[in-house]
């Protein structure tokens, strides 16, 4: 196939060239490269891509280079050759001769390393032979010639000078049994070694390759091979390479008995080509960056029409049963490509007629059919006559202003042209027959007609502006109709083998349907390419779709699969797409640019790339992967990771997860992950990636822990128990303490509180009152009246009993109190008689219940305004308790009296030397004191004279304010 289209491109006799530019990836200092000049290449062990430049070295993960230069630990910023050994280290061969090597991420040069320090001075140095013991064989430029073993460096170049000159040829030197190589071949070019060593044992010289085995011959001689200004010559697998200033020439197969020469970047100064791993094809040059020729592209597969006037764009594709492609463009000009090139179709017609071709058919005789906006040719399988299908006049005034647009097979092997107002068919053999729906007439509205398709159980499709169509009975029947409409505009249908449409549209991608229902949906979103679809193709069970951003590859099996697409990137002239065909393997692809050919990927899973972690930054430091216990300290971590791919590596898909977090694997296109705010615990960051052929790769690792602080560990929450059981030990210690004192106290409270109770008891019922009480019973019983006398007696006893009650009790309601209050009054009542009167106010809606007082409080206040008050006056006086409720749980007792007043009992005591306080009224203040604290409240005692405006006494007032509740 690779033949075939070489002598294609070779018989272009309309001018078909070569579009070269867009086979490669270029890369320049634009996108990382440290210069434009650019020599060695290596692909390392885990994938990476080195080059060695003008400017230093650079490594190449497929998105970003990364460039080292003496700052890193470089012997000379300019690297001519890459060689990694058998233990990975990557040796910088460098220009000044001094070696250094890269391995774990540092560089080991003769300042570091001490086995470097020995070598001996020298020009720069060719790429190393390896032996099966690990031993490196290194030769420069000036003959010095040495072996670096595991040990030692051993110096060969005086035994090496010895046996170049025994065995020298005209322009290489065999060597053998050096050591414990068996056969290491030097080339040399007049009096010095070149710096190209080839284990492979082919050689280069005077346009003739060499192979050298039990004896040296020529096996391949062509004139075209280069022989001035070799830059390098090398085999890569069964083809041999001659890098020149004139680009570079591949020799396929040349050991076959039919090579193939193919040129790529012609023109440019190539210094190295080299194969990875993938089969892509680098190229480094002289002042233009690398290039990069995908596996499976190779130069001079573009056809861009180049006959006069033509813009290069091809609109339509189509393959015939002969295997033909043809192609049809702009101006009405059409060509197709067969075994013996490609030849151009000059169509019947007005040649100054600029319109373009918009659809090739061929029909199971081989017959072509083309139409175009005035013209409807069909061509002879045998004779290529073309019979315009217009040309007679009842045909011509229908069909002048028509715009043909599309064509499909109909029944029994008619041909149905498409314009936008019906159709034509064409039945093979007989003149025109016009029997499209509406004829000659324009629809009603903006019935546009587009496309349409006449499957095998006789379904005529009709695709206008307002969809998907049924055409039975000179009528358009909705598709969907009785399901989900499908009103989007439509480019083309095609039918699988099972029976189901595939209907590509201008807005929402694809379409599959079966009888009238949609089974699958198929969009961006889905993996298609654009959900603008220009033209769709089939070939066995691969689906093709041209799109506005490129190639769509589909599988099918009764549903749509995607299997990849292709851009630019991937050799295309342009990624607006026109049509797309697909033969041998092989996908030819239009576009205004011209016809692409391009191999196709195999639809095969292909082997899953390697990934890396390549950063990880905790905060602002980059622990790399050695460092796995982490400082609480920071709170953002951001993992760095790259999967090595050369082919679409901005298609490559991550998946990710943390354990310890979340073991739900999430996907990333960006290679970088953030975790901010990490709680402190152990986790395993996991990540793997695919191709867009790929299955996921192994999972790369990266275990780490995050220390708790220390506040957070086991040793600090056991002190901080100790501490805290300390503190509650000290804290119930003292509550138990105060609580002590407390029940103490109120000890000494509730004993005082006894104490001023059985003095008060004492106070009321002291000798004095007794005597008095019974001498006024005696008075009564002498008088003999015995009423009186019993009266007094009655009131008496109660008043004994009640105060003996009282005593008994810490506290009682004021109902009981003033009852008791009232006994003591009457009962001095019956004593003074007249000079004695009382009053106990309490308002009606006071509920006495509610109020409580300690016994035997009031009484002393009472006796005070009588003996001191009331007594001393010789008309006696009146006594005044008022009750009321105070403000916020209080209440107040007042106990007015019109007596002497305070002032003047005071001088009158005086008077008669009596200096002391009343001891009932000291009791009595410190028991309501003692009450009221008991229940953490206070009272409120108050006593003041009371006076006219002159100042003259009216009397005594006493307030005492009460707690409650």
Not at 60 to 87: A, C, P, Q, S
Request: proline residues 3%; neutral net charge; contains cysteine.
């Amino acid at each position: 196939m690779r033949a075939f289209l070489c002598l294609l491109l070779c018989l272009l006799s309309f001018g078909a060239v070569s579009g070269q530019s867009s086979l490669y990836r270029h890369y320049t200092v634009k996108d990382g490269l440290p210069g434009a000049t650019v020599y060695g290449i290596l692909q390392d062990s885990k994938g990476y891509m080195w080059f060695g430049s003008e400017n230093g070295v650079t490594r190449f993960d497929g998105k970003t280079f990364i460039t080292y230069t003496l700052r890193d630990g470089l012997t000379d910023n300019t690297v001519l050759n890459l060689y990694e050994d058998r233990k990975g280290r990557i040796w910088m061969l460098t220009l000044n001769g001094q070696l250094c090597y890269y391995l774990n991420n540092r560089f080991f040069n003769p300042s570091n390393d001490t086995l470097l320090a020995r070598l001996p001075p020298s020009g720069y140095y060719s790429i190393p032979e390896e032996d099966r013991k690990g031993n490196l064989y290194f030769t420069s430029s000036s003959s010095v010639t040495f072996i670096i073993t595991a040990e030692s460096i051993v110096d060969k170049s005086e035994n090496f000078a010895a046996l170049v000159n025994q065995k020298k040829t005209d322009s290489f030197a065999v060597i053998n049994a050096i050591g414990d190589y068996e056969h290491l071949l030097l080339s040399a070019y007049g009096h010095s070694f070149l710096k190209h060593q080839d284990s492979t044992r082919h050689f280069l010289h005077k346009q003739s390759i060499y192979e050298y085995g039990s004896s040296i011959a020529a096996i391949f001689n062509d004139n075209r091979l280069p022989t001035l200004k070799i830059n390098r010559f090398l085999t890569i697998g069964e083809d041999f390479w001659v890098c020149s200033v004139n680009g570079a020439v591949q020799v396929a197969g040349f050991k076959t008995a039919r090579p193939i020469m193919r040129t790529y970047l012609e023109g440019i100064r190539v210094n190295l080509v080299y194969r990875d791993r993938e089969g892509n094809l680098w190229f480094s040059t002289e002042g233009d960056g690398l290039y990069l020729c995908s596996a499976h592209l190779r130069p001079g597969e573009h056809i861009i029409p180049g006959y006069e006037n033509s813009s290069g764009n091809i609109r339509v594709l189509h393959l015939d049963n002969q295997g033909r492609i043809w192609a049809g463009g702009e101006k009405n000009q059409v060509f197709y490509i067969d075994i013996m090139g490609c030849r151009q179709v000059f169509l019947k017609g007005d040649i100054s007629n600029v319109s373009a071709i918009y659809d090739i058919i061929s029909d199971k005789k081989n017959a072509v059919y083309i139409v175009s906006n005035d013209r409807f040719i069909r061509i002879d399988p045998f004779t290529q006559y073309q019979q315009n299908l217009v040309v007679s006049s009842s045909n011509r005034q229908l069909l002048a202003s028509v715009n043909l647009k599309s064509l499909c097979i109909g029944p029994e092997e008619s041909i149905i042209a498409f314009n936008p107002f019906g159709f034509i068919i064409y039945e093979p053999g007989t003149a025109l027959a016009l029997q499209g729906f509406l004829k000659s007439k324009k629809p009603a509205g903006n019935q546009r007609i587009f496309t349409g398709h006449y499957t095998k159980n006789g379904i005529f499709w009709v695709a206008n502006n307002n969809g998907l169509n049924r055409f039975s009975d000179d009528t358009l029947i909705p598709f969907g109709s009785d399901s989900i409409p499908l009103n989007e505009p439509i480019s083309r249908m095609i039918e699988m083998m099972d029976g189901k449409l595939i209907i590509a549209t201008r807005s929402k991608g694809l379409y599959l349907i079966e009888g009238n229902k949609i089974v699958q949906m198929f969009s961006v979103a889905d993996g298609l390419a654009s959900d603008i679809c220009n033209r769709i193709s089939m070939s066995g069970n691969k689906i093709l779709v041209a799109t506005a951003r490129g190639v769509s590859l589909l599988s099918y099996d009764g549903k749509l699969h995607p299997v990849r697409n292709y851009t630019t990137k991937d050799g295309l002239l342009s990624n607006e797409v026109n049509d797309v065909i697909s033969k041998n393997d092989t996908l030819y692809i239009a576009s205004a640019e011209g016809l692409s050919v391009v191999a196709e990927i195999s639809s095969e899973r292909s082997e899953a790339p390697p990934i890396y972690i390549t950063r990880i930054l905790y905060g602002e430091e980059n622990i790399g992967p050695f460092k796995t216990v982490l400082s609480y300290l920071n709170k953002y971590l951001q993992f760095h990771f790259v999967a090595i791919t050369y082919q679409q590596p901005e298609a490559i898909e991550y998946r990710y997860r943390l354990s310890g977090t979340d073991n739900t694997w999430q996907i990333n296109k960006s290679g970088i992950v953030d975790y901010p705010g990490l709680k402190p615990g152990n986790y395993t960051f996991e990540v793997q990636a695919k191709k867009y052929n790929s299955d996921w790769s192994k999972i790369e690792r990266f275990s780490f822990s995050i220390q708790a602080p220390f506040w957070m560990e086991s040793w600090f929450y056991a002190i901080c128990m100790g501490v805290f059981l300390a503190l509650a030990f000290v804290f119930i210690s003292h509550l138990l303490r105060r609580d002590r004192l407390r029940k103490f106290r109120k000890l000494g409270v509730q004993n005082r509180m006894i104490q001023l109770e059985q003095q008060a008891l004492s106070a009321l019922m002291n000798p004095h009152f007794i005597f008095n009480a019974l001498n006024s019973i005696q008075h009564y019983l002498h008088e003999n009246d015995t009423l009186a006398a019993n009266k007094y007696l009655s009131l008496f006893a109660r008043l004994t009993r009640k105060n003996m009650e009282a005593v008994m009790k810490a506290e009682i309601n004021l109902e009981d109190e003033l009852e008791r209050l009232e006994l003591y009054l009457n009962f001095e009542k019956l004593r003074f008689g007249s000079k004695l009167n009382y009053q106990i106010l309490i308002p009606d809606n006071l509920d006495m219940d509610e109020f409580m007082i300690p016994p035997m409080v009031l009484q002393p206040f009472i006796e005070n305004a009588i003996w001191h008050g009331l007594m001393p006056k010789n008309e006696g006086g009146n006594i005044r308790v008022i009750i009321q409720k105070g403000v916020v749980s209080t209440y107040t007792i007042e106990i007015i009296d019109d007596g002497i007043g305070i002032e003047v009992s005071r001088e009158l005591k005086q008077n008669k030397g009596l200096t002391h306080t009343s001891l009932g009224m000291q009791m009595t203040f410190e028991r309501l004191e003692l009450w009221a604290k008991q229940k953490g409240k206070s009272v409120q005692i108050e006593m003041e004279q009371l006076s006219d405006e002159k100042g003259n006494s009216l009397g005594t007032r006493v307030y005492l304010q009460l707690p409650f509740g």
